[in-house]
């Protein structure tokens, strides 16, 4: 089955800086999660980069190395327009320092919608979003996370 | 394993949580989580509304994993979780169905936003979180939280404040204080039942810019209309984002064609209140009114609070109860304690002319075209008006209005003492000119600072 693409206003509000929580699950399908500190969508459009911090990541690795699923849910806490990708891992790796400024910016984004509706900015501002592990994801599918009459309706 | 009674903080649903799931195919899935309820040392519950993938997947596959935060101290704990029943009626599936249908309320989705199950969850493993976006590495304290001091002394002095009221009318005002003074509430009101039924009506509110009396609340109509029919007490922490919740659903709603209802029902009080409380007083069975509370910042609640504050709920409703049988009793004849009456606010300036018109189809009135009062409170007016003006009396007793067949007093339980409270309270917001100063235990002068003009419409 051929990849959904990301369409690009959806692709930009990924990037705009929301919560992701991402999910992936071992051998015996007990699930477990993580928030994710960042995101980038590929040019193709049916593929993402998700960065994790370190320690997150290296909880979430027993079950990546196990079956690659992943699911990351996009949300955005101010007006709860909400997504979800389901996807396949298909490579890890360090985040560069290139490409820290795109999750410093994305995690001040997420902290500056979550203060306008009562978060303690101390608590946004003391967020560690390094060291993090880029996990490289091949698109499955798209889902509308919004709440709601139609909610988990594909989306592309 | 860490005990679930110490994460109370984290039930408040102040800081959202999230779900992580899996089908039994083995798809993993995740989604944000409004709120995550106590039930007891072994279980939690979660609201089911939709029928969504994570309901789906736990029918499937009963294990998940949820992440709360502890608004306190911003740390994190995940709970690892495996789902055992779906619960559609007892006391957890109404204290949730309860809230979110406040909710709803507001948002003008009632039938659409509803609590459809209460998933009970066993909880197999609680431990903290070391790491977490949204979660500082060291945990520091949330700025403004504020607690409950429910102490002796406490009940001590809010009980004092009912004892030492010499009037009902001082009495309502009296708990309103002291529930800042002792508690520190500064928002918060008393609606009674009206003479609509299925209707509450405040009758004395504290810490508003506009005191509101008068104004009316229907059975099932937001948190106070949803207590009053429910007759249990509603919490709603979090308020802000469960209504930001309520909008998103609101919107999908719409796309859908399903919320023909575009009719929205304001908050009461504050503008963007952050935590709400509603606590029926009950006496004896009978709903008497709701004591409805809330603060504009977060707002801790535990459990045992909710207690404390039906003890007080109850303590007041009889207190109000006896208040108006003592001076229905009295009726005209008994002087107040002491001989103090109530502070009357200070006679306003003469006015030349006061238009005030009497509409018979909706029993209402208005003065200068300003909506006052109607029902009861106005009919009660408008009969002290035309016998003023017919014979120049001003000096009135609570038992010759009830043997006035033209107020159409029932036969039992009038409450004609509160519709007066309610009365003479909306002419000191609206018509100051007009006072009704009460000048002994169920008896009251009639006041005029100008010359009244009273139109009888049709």
Not at chain 1, 43 to 61: G, I, K, P, Q, V
Not at chain 2, 159 to 171: E, K, V, Y
Not at chain 2, 352 to 380: H, K, M, S
Request: hydrophobic content about 40%; charged content about 25%.
């Amino acid at each position: 089955m051929a990849s959904p693409r990301i369409p690009d206003e959806l692709a930009a509000f990924l990037e705009s800086g929301v919560a992701i929580v991402v999910a992936t699950r071992d051998a015996a399908m007990r699930p477990t999660g993580a928030m994710a500190c960042a995101v980038r969508v590929h040019d193709d459009r049916e593929s993402l980069t998700l960065f994790l911090h370190e320690d997150a990541a290296r909880e979430m690795a027993p079950n990546l190395a196990d079956n690659g699923l992943i699911a990351a849910d996009f949300d955005l806490p101010t007006s709860h327009r909400a997504c979800q990708v389901k996807g396949t891992v298909v490579g890890t790796r360090p985040a560069s320092d290139g490409e820290r400024d795109l999750i410093e910016r994305q995690l001040a984004g997420f902290g500056a919608d979550l203060e306008q509706i009562g978060f303690p900015a101390a608590g946004t501002r003391a967020w560690p979003g390094w060291p993090c592990v880029a996990l490289e994801v091949r698109v499955r599918h798209l889902f509308e996370q919004t709440p709601g009459p139609g909610t988990g309706g594909p989306l592309a | 394993m860490i005990a679930l009674e110490s994460l109370t903080s984290c039930y408040q649903g102040i800081i959202p949580s999230w779900l992580c799931t899996c089908s039994a195919a083995g798809e993993p899935n995740c989604a944000i989580l409004s709120n995550v309820d106590y039930v007891d040392s072994r279980h939690v519950a979660l609201s089911f509304q939709f029928f969504n993938k994570s309901k789906r997947n736990i029918v499937e596959n009963p294990h998940a994993v949820v992440r709360m935060i502890d608004p306190d101290t911003l740390r994190g704990y995940r709970l690892t979780l495996r789902y055992v029943r779906t619960e559609t009626s007892g006391p957890v599936f109404e204290s949730m169905r309860l809230r979110i249908e406040a909710i709803a309320s507001y948002s003008g989705l009632k039938g659409i936003f509803k609590l459809l199950g209460a998933d009970i969850y066993e909880v197999l493993a609680s431990e903290h979180i070391a790491y977490e976006v949204g979660l500082p590495r060291e945990p520091q304290p949330a700025a403004g939280a504020t607690g409950l001091t429910f102490t002796m002394k406490a009940l001590q002095e809010f009980g004092a404040s009912i004892h030492d009221a010499p009037t009902l009318d001082c009495m309502l005002d009296s708990i309103l204080a002291t529930l800042e003074r002792v508690f520190g509430f500064r928002n918060s009101m008393i609606l009674l039942a009206s003479d609509t039924p299925e209707r509450l009506e405040l009758i004395a509110s504290r810490g508003y810019p506009e005191g509101g009396v008068g104004s009316e609340v229907t059975y099932g109509e937001g948190i106070i209309g949803m207590v009053a029919e429910a007759r249990q007490p509603i919490r709603i922490t979090g308020m802000m984002r469960q209504m930001l919740y309520a909008d998103a659903v609101r919107r999908r709603a719409q796309e859908h064609g399903l919320c023909p209802d575009d009719r929205r029902i304001p908050l009461p009080g504050l503008p963007a209140p952050e935590f709400q409380i509603g606590i029926p007083l009950l006496a004896r069975g009978e709903l008497v009114g709701v004591l409805c509370i809330e603060t504009d910042r977060s707002y801790r609640f535990f459990e045992e609070d909710r207690s404390y504050l039906e003890v007080l709920g109850g303590f007041m409703a009889i207190a109000i109860q006896n208040a108006l049988l003592h001076e229905r009793a009295d009726d005209g004849d008994a002087p107040l304690p002491g001989d103090v009456a109530p502070a009357a606010p200070a006679a306003p300036a003469a006015r030349q002319r006061i238009q005030v018109e009497w509409f018979a189809a909706d029993e209402c009135i208005l003065v200068d075209g300003e909506y006052l009062v109607r029902g009861l409170p106005a009919r009660i007016l408008r009969k002290l008006l035309r016998e003023h003006a017919e014979t120049g009396g001003n000096e009135f007793t609570n038992r010759r209005l009830r043997l006035d067949r033209s107020l159409q007093l029932p036969e039992l339980k009038d409450n004609l003492e509160s519709r007066l409270i309610l009365l003479r309270r909306r002419l000191e917001e609206r018509c100051p000119e007009i006072r009704l100063v009460q000048s002994g235990r169920g008896r009251f002068r009639l006041e005029l600072a100008g010359e009244v003009a009273l139109a009888e419409r049709a």
